[in-house]
Protein backbone atom coordinates (compact mmCIF):
# COMPACT_ATOMS: atom_id res chain seq x y z
CA UNK A 1 0.00 0.00 0.00
CA UNK A 2 1.68 3.46 -0.67
CA UNK A 3 1.23 6.46 1.42
CA UNK A 4 1.17 10.25 -0.55
CA UNK A 5 2.04 12.91 1.45
CA UNK A 6 2.38 16.67 0.78
CA UNK A 7 5.37 18.54 1.43
CA UNK A 8 4.59 19.15 5.21
CA UNK A 9 4.48 15.43 5.69
CA UNK A 10 0.52 15.69 5.94
CA UNK A 11 -1.14 12.72 4.38
CA UNK A 12 -3.19 13.58 1.08
CA UNK A 13 -6.66 11.86 1.12
CA UNK A 14 -7.64 9.84 -1.97
CA UNK A 15 -9.58 11.60 -4.18
CA UNK A 16 -13.55 10.59 -4.92
CA UNK A 17 -12.24 8.87 -8.44
CA UNK A 18 -9.75 6.71 -6.87
CA UNK A 19 -12.36 5.99 -3.61
CA UNK A 20 -14.68 4.84 -6.62
CA UNK A 21 -12.04 3.04 -8.05
CA UNK A 22 -11.26 0.75 -4.72
CA UNK A 23 -15.34 0.13 -4.63
CA UNK A 24 -14.75 -2.87 -6.87
CA UNK A 25 -11.99 -3.98 -4.70
CA UNK A 26 -12.36 -3.59 -1.40
CA UNK A 27 -14.78 -3.08 1.66
CA UNK A 28 -14.24 -1.03 4.97
CA UNK A 29 -16.10 -3.46 7.37
CA UNK A 30 -17.16 -1.10 10.62
CA UNK A 31 -18.84 -2.26 13.93
CA UNK A 32 -22.35 0.53 14.35
CA UNK A 33 -24.47 0.05 17.06
CA UNK A 34 -26.87 2.73 18.70
CA UNK A 35 -30.55 2.68 18.69
CA UNK A 36 -33.08 2.42 16.52
CA UNK A 37 -36.46 5.20 15.84
CA UNK A 38 -38.35 2.87 18.20
CA UNK A 39 -35.70 3.11 20.94
CA UNK A 40 -34.43 -0.67 20.32
CA UNK A 41 -30.59 -1.04 20.57
CA UNK A 42 -28.71 -2.69 17.89
CA UNK A 43 -25.58 -3.91 16.23
CA UNK A 44 -24.20 -4.17 12.80
CA UNK A 45 -21.41 -5.13 11.19
CA UNK A 46 -21.25 -3.41 7.66
CA UNK A 47 -18.94 -3.85 4.79
CA UNK A 48 -18.41 -0.13 3.18
CA UNK A 49 -17.46 0.46 0.11
CA UNK A 50 -14.62 3.06 0.12
CA UNK A 51 -16.45 5.57 -1.52
CA UNK A 52 -19.42 5.90 1.08
CA UNK A 53 -16.93 5.49 4.27
CA UNK A 54 -16.70 9.60 5.05
CA UNK A 55 -20.16 10.31 4.65
CA UNK A 56 -20.95 7.18 6.66
CA UNK A 57 -18.47 8.41 9.29
CA UNK A 58 -19.99 11.57 9.20
CA UNK A 59 -23.36 10.74 9.75
CA UNK A 60 -22.50 8.62 12.76
CA UNK A 61 -20.83 10.96 14.28
CA UNK A 62 -23.16 13.38 14.08
CA UNK A 63 -26.18 11.13 15.41
CA UNK A 64 -27.79 11.51 12.07
CA UNK A 65 -30.36 9.00 11.38
CA UNK A 66 -29.24 6.62 8.66
CA UNK A 67 -30.30 3.73 6.48
CA UNK A 68 -27.12 1.36 7.00
CA UNK A 69 -28.06 -0.59 3.45
CA UNK A 70 -27.33 2.62 1.83
CA UNK A 71 -23.46 2.34 2.73
CA UNK A 72 -23.04 -1.25 2.33
CA UNK A 73 -24.15 -4.96 2.71
CA UNK A 74 -24.87 -5.79 6.49
CA UNK A 75 -22.44 -9.00 7.40
CA UNK A 76 -24.05 -9.36 10.90
CA UNK A 77 -26.46 -7.76 13.24
CA UNK A 78 -28.40 -7.92 16.15
CA UNK A 79 -30.86 -6.21 18.52
CA UNK A 80 -28.76 -6.22 21.90
CA UNK A 81 -27.21 -3.11 23.73
CA UNK A 82 -24.09 -5.14 23.13
CA UNK A 83 -22.40 -7.54 20.12
CA UNK A 84 -22.44 -11.34 21.73
CA UNK A 85 -19.22 -12.55 22.20
CA UNK A 86 -19.85 -15.27 19.48
CA UNK A 87 -20.74 -12.46 16.86
CA UNK A 88 -17.17 -10.87 17.59
CA UNK A 89 -15.44 -14.35 17.30
CA UNK A 90 -17.22 -14.95 14.06
CA UNK A 91 -16.67 -11.75 12.15
CA UNK A 92 -12.26 -12.26 13.69
CA UNK A 93 -12.78 -15.82 11.62
CA UNK A 94 -14.70 -15.07 8.97
CA UNK A 95 -13.23 -11.26 8.03
CA UNK A 96 -10.44 -10.40 9.66
CA UNK A 97 -12.14 -8.04 11.85
CA UNK A 98 -10.22 -6.22 14.17
CA UNK A 99 -11.81 -3.87 16.58
CA UNK A 100 -8.33 -1.92 17.24
CA UNK A 101 -7.36 -1.18 13.40
CA UNK A 102 -8.32 2.20 13.88
CA UNK A 103 -5.88 2.85 16.66
CA UNK A 104 -3.30 0.88 14.81
CA UNK A 105 -3.47 2.12 11.66
CA UNK A 106 -2.75 5.55 13.46
CA UNK A 107 0.30 3.76 14.66
CA UNK A 108 1.23 2.76 11.35
CA UNK A 109 0.38 6.30 9.85
CA UNK A 110 2.75 8.13 12.51
CA UNK A 111 4.92 5.38 11.47
CA UNK A 112 5.20 6.08 7.91
CA UNK A 113 4.65 9.82 8.18
CA UNK A 114 8.08 10.26 10.23
CA UNK A 115 10.14 8.30 7.68
CA UNK A 116 8.60 10.61 5.47
CA UNK A 117 9.30 13.10 7.01
CA UNK A 118 13.08 12.49 7.75
CA UNK A 119 13.47 11.63 4.07
CA UNK A 120 12.81 14.79 3.30
CA UNK A 121 14.84 16.19 5.87
CA UNK A 122 18.34 14.26 4.88
CA UNK A 123 17.21 14.97 0.95
CA UNK A 124 17.45 18.55 2.01
CA UNK A 125 20.31 18.52 3.83
CA UNK A 126 22.36 16.58 0.99
CA UNK A 127 21.02 19.20 -1.41
CA UNK A 128 22.58 22.30 0.70
CA UNK A 129 25.69 20.17 1.26
CA UNK A 130 26.23 19.81 -2.50
CA UNK A 131 24.90 23.72 -3.30
CA UNK A 132 27.76 24.53 -0.75
CA UNK A 133 30.56 22.23 -2.24
CA UNK A 134 29.40 23.51 -5.93
CA UNK A 135 29.77 27.23 -4.57
CA UNK A 136 33.33 26.46 -2.95
CA UNK A 137 34.36 24.94 -6.12
CA UNK A 138 33.60 27.66 -8.22
Known amino acids: MTHEFDKSGKLIEPSAEQLSAADGELDII ?10 APYWAY ?8 KE ?14 EYGEILKHGFDEHVPLEAVDAMRE ?8 VE ?3 KKLVEVQTVFIK ?7 TDIVAM ?6 S
Request: proline residues 4%; hydrophobic residues 30%; positive net charge.
Open 30 to 39: VLDSGIMEDG
Open 104 to 106: KLG
Open 56 to 69: FMRMTRQGQPIILE
Open 132 to 137: MKKKQG
Open 46 to 53: IAIKPSHY
Open 94 to 101: EYGFDENY
Open 119 to 125: QRENQRL
